[in-house]
């Protein structure tokens, strides 16, 4: 992580690193209890937290519990310790705050620049990059007032995640839930050491709480859709034909995304993963699954990344029952056709004027060559050039490419981690998106 925050001292007086200060905003739903996980991870990854619940959150877990966790003190009061004015020093001294669960009445708060209490002035002291993990049910998420409050944050720069479809208070099941700890964490630290980086202009910006600066993440407002993995194409009910994708990079491309300020749909085949936090999934078998979810998520989107390694071909004939194998017989040869071409179809017909589409090229010789043929023939504005193997990118943590652009530009991308590649490709795209 990089070295953010304030240098202190340890308890036998000696310099300690500097961590990165974290302020963790606890709001009143029954998911308070899933902060204290995310808080874990905060602090066992070196940051420096400062929990800074309200109090209604206090009713959900105890102050106690807090100041165990983060070694800090904890209050709701703008009066406590006032010498040190804590209601401004707070939020200014912050590189990042994050507010988990984010309730209705927190979010319409903030929209509205309203300071009750020691963690909505801390919002309004902070310049530094600022998360919502908003929790609550479904009718409260989808009311025009909640969906206005959020437009009205994520203008001014704040990252919104959007809440994951699961399981809600009592036997309520729909979108509302947070997204689990481990995933939030992802998205504050992409956030955070993204930086300055992560801002798309240092403008102010008008709201109701008036003129405030604000870093606007460069993918704000923009709709992305990211295919992720591989496809698998039935022989019979037992078999299929499939390929080594693991969907770590589209994985990877759909939370960057969410660091940077988009709205997020990813269609993955067969990866098994936890769903991302902020991001809308839908989850497919096929290739000709796999094309229809894309077409109908492309229609209203404003670039559109296949990452996914999507089967060219497919057999021709499903078998109803298992292909036995009989002694002395060789297995019958298995017809096969081919699957559609998506990417070539959506980048020639494009579902909206001044859409990006980028595409992935997975070679095993002649790596450029061949992806240059690729991008001439699919049509794509960007094609992510690899070389792939047994042993090579599947799978792997890593990945190293060339990203080819129908201008004629190319971007080698070193061996790192596939993070580091999807920051590359949204950073090709963004200056698109807004020409």
């Known amino acids: 992580m990089p070295a953010v925050g304030e240098r202190g001292t340890d308890e036998r007086g000696g310099d300690t690193v500097d961590k990165p200060k974290v302020v963790l905003g606890v709001a009143g739903g029954i998911a308070a209890y899933k902060a204290c996980e995310l808080l874990r991870r905060l602090t066992e990854s070196g940051h420096d937290v400062r929990v800074v619940p309200t109090d209604s959150a206090l009713h959900f877990v105890g102050a106690a519990t807090w100041s165990a966790l983060s070694g800090h003190p904890v209050s709701t009061e703008v009066w406590t310790d006032v010498h040190e004015v804590p209601h401004v020093r707070i939020g200014q001294s912050a590189d990042l705050v994050v507010v988990a ?165 990813l269609i993955e085949a067969n990866t098994g993963f936890t769903d991302p936090a902020g991001v809308d999934v839908v989850h497919v078998g096929t290739a000709v699954q796999l094309r229809e979810a894309v077409l109908k998520a492309a229609a209203e989107a404003d670039a559109v990344v296949m990452a996914a390694a999507v089967a060219d071909f497919r057999p021709a004939f499903y078998a109803a029952g298992k292909i036995k194998k009989k002694d002395g017989e060789e297995p019958a040869p298995v017809e096969l056709v081919r699957n559609p071409d998506i990417l070539a179809e959506i980048s020639a017909e494009r579902a909206r004027p001044g859409q990006v589409i980028v595409g992935f090229a997975a070679e095993t010789d002649d790596v450029l060559a061949n992806g240059r043929k690729k991008l001439r023939r699919k049509g794509c504005d960007l094609l992510v050039v690899n070389e792939v193997g047994e042993r090579k990118t599947f799978g792997a943590e890593e990945n190293e490419a060339v990203v080819l652009a129908a201008d004629g530009g190319e971007t080698a991308v070193p061996y ?14 963004a200056p698109r998106l807004k020409a």
């Open 101 to 265: 669960p984010a309730t209705a009445d927190l979010l319409a708060k903030a929209a509205h620049g309203l300071a009750d209490d020691l963690l909505t002035n801390t919002l309004l002291t902070a310049r530094c990059p600022v998360v919502f993990a908003p929790a609550m049910h479904t009718e409260m998420w989808e009311h025009p007032a909640t969906r206005e409050n959020v437009a009205t944050l994520r203008r001014r720069g704040a990252v919104v995640i959007e809440p994951a479809v699961g399981r809600l208070t009592g036997v309520d099941t729909g979108k509302g839930r947070l997204p689990e700890p481990g995933e939030i964490f992802e998205v504050c630290r992409r956030v955070l050491a993204r930086g300055a980086s992560a801002s798309g202009s240092a403008d102010s910006v008008s709201g109701s709480a008036g003129s405030v600066p604000a870093s606007v993440p460069d993918l704000a407002g923009q709709h992305v859709v990211i295919s992720a993995g591989g496809t698998r194409e039935p022989l019979d009910p037992v078999r299929y034909l499939g390929n080594r994708s693991s969907g770590k990079q589209g994985y990877a491309l759909a939370r960057t995304a969410v660091a940077r300020g988009a709205r997020v749909t």
């Open 416 to 429: 790192g981690p596939k993070e580091a590649l999807a920051d590359v490709v949204w950073d090709l795209v």
